[in-house]
């Protein structure tokens, strides 16, 4: 069973919709007991990265989900949710996220052209950097949906880019944490597929 981490930010039902799609449990939640006794977790998120943290950190579903994290569970952060797994966020201030993949998120604007719309939304290529289980069942230049405006930075663990003037981190991973920039419950065959790898993954 999939825990789809709820925590007031985030496409819930979509993702939840997905899940089902593709044959797999999925439950939308923020008991701990059921975060404890699920197989995985999906860490979601839309908005902003200080009103999402700070709703994770006085809910205790912060701590939570990395305990279960550092246990070995895998876990998967997808738009906003895979960036709280990295140490920090500059978007307004300098926030920190939960640190379980090292690496920042920095602002879109002024790192691309400057004739560029920001937010970054739309059908973009996967350009895979490393190999990761979860494009298993795509190929190069498969096309998933962005809607962000900010990006990650610094961070030696990414698994596969994207091309907006310069590259763009679409996902990243270390051991059993992963996440992806895009939003694998808009993006089709392509996300139903990336899902479907996560859910098949053993521990």
Not at 30 to 59: H, T
Not at 142 to 149: C, L
Not at 164 to 179: F, R
């Amino acid at each position: 069973m999939i825990a789809i981490v709820d925590y007031g930010v985030g496409n819930l039902f979509s993702l939840c919709s997905s899940f089902k799609k593709i044959g797999a449990e999925a439950v939308i939640t923020s008991q701990k007991s059921v975060i404890e006794n699920a197989d995985k977790i999906i860490l979601p998120g839309v908005g902003a990265f200080e009103d999402a943290a700070k709703k994770l950190r006085e809910s205790g579903l912060g701590e939570l989900v990395k305990e279960q994290a550092q246990k070995g569970k895998y876990m998967m952060g997808i738009c906003l949710g895979m960036q709280l797994l990295l140490d920090k966020s500059f978007e307004y201030g300098e926030h920190d996220g939960l640190g379980l993949i090292h690496g920042n998120v920095t602002p879109i604007k002024g790192y691309v052209r400057s004739d560029l719309k920001v937010p970054h939304i739309g059908w973009n290529g996967l350009h895979f950097t490393k190999e990761n289980f979860l494009f298993k069942y795509l190929k190069e230049g498969d096309h998933a949906y962005f809607v962000h405006s900010y990006h990650a930075t610094d961070c030696q663990d990414v698994l596969a880019t994207t091309e907006y003037d310069k590259a763009l981190t679409a996902a990243i991973g270390k051991e059993n944490v992963l996440g992806c920039q895009f939003h694998p419950e808009k993006s089709g065959d392509v996300g139903l597929n990336i899902l479907r790898a996560f859910v098949e993954e053993k521990d």
